[in-house]
């Protein structure tokens, strides 16, 4: 009896070490995140028949004009001998009015499950691109978040965060501070490779004080059956299908002295299938901001007639003490466009302050000042300003991390 006794205890204990091990193997975490905040824009486009040139303020309740609000879930399992398995299910939504953003997906900000190990890192299945990455690094999207995207070729260099579906990513493991990439979207048409795929390159280093890093993108245009892999950078009824809809290149680094950090972006962005646009073969007309509708076409960030863009970004962060941090960014961004000389121009500065309540929530407040010359504004946030050559934006917001 005692030898049955001994022998239900051995095997009860057993039971237990066992389970905890594959709870201590296996780990699931919810997390997200709350950005609203109070935001006001000038001069926002408020078009009539009696007045096409009309403008006006607007004071609101914005969500995410630092960081999109999110939720996800992420899990790692270790597989034993160095190898995880994982698992990211992100979705975004509005903080002011509860909707699911990216289209209404559930988890339209990440889907993707995948392996980590000694060779590195695979995913498959829908995610942001290495560009993001670089931005993140680099480029004032950091501080500024979205009062920055319509500057950046109204975001079509990927700064703010841009998706493909079906894709196969790889990352290498860190080594020394160096990274590396290489992503694969699918088209998925049958009986065509190239039709709606994307391709995505990249490398980083950031080891101390120092950082620097590059990222390409490319995507091909695909069918109505088949969209392209690249969720929004190619413009329907320009092209054929399997042609190159988009080209982006971006290098960034960053330097770390003291309170300060100095950073820097370039990206150059090529819409080959611009010159498919409308009748841009006898389109040899200057700017003129005539009306509201033409930014929707020509003379216009990420318009039809754009073919080639530079943005250039800088900035400068001061960690004043604990929880202050005082932020500053100029950006420049040129343009040119199928069919005439004409070079279009922005330019912004950014100026902002941090005040971290905690570790987990912060209060933010920003200005901006957009500038237009020879093209038609994109607005900062709220609106575009259409035909006029200037915006002003202000905000005051809080974050809360979970």
Known sequence: MKKSLIALSVLGACAITTTNIAQAQSSVTIYGLIDTSISYNNKIATPSA???????????????????????????????????????????????????????????RTSVVGLSGGYGTVQLGRRKDFIDEIATYYSSVYDFGLFINGVHDNNLDRVGGNRANNQIRYDTKNIAGFTANATYGFGEAAGSTSSGQSIGLGANYDNGPFGIGFGYWQSKLGSTAYPSSDQGACVAGHGKVGDTCIKTWMLGSSYKTGPFRIYGAWSKTMQPLATFGGNTASFDTKFTPGTIGAPTSYFSAAGANNNSTNVFDLGLDYQLTGTWKLITSVLQSRYSFVGTDTKGRLTQINLGADYALSKRTDIYSYYANLRASNMYNPGIVGGASGVANTQNAITLGIRHKF
């Open 50 to 108: 009696d007045a096409p040139r009309a403008t006006g303020s607007k004071l609101g309740v914005d969500s995410g004009d630092l960081q999109q609000s999110r939720f996800g879930f992420k899990g790692v399992e270790d597989l034993g001998g160095g190898m995880k398995a994982l698992f990211i299910l992100e979705g975004g939504f509005s903080g002011t009015t509860g909707a699911s953003t990216q289209g209404g997906l559930l988890f339209g």
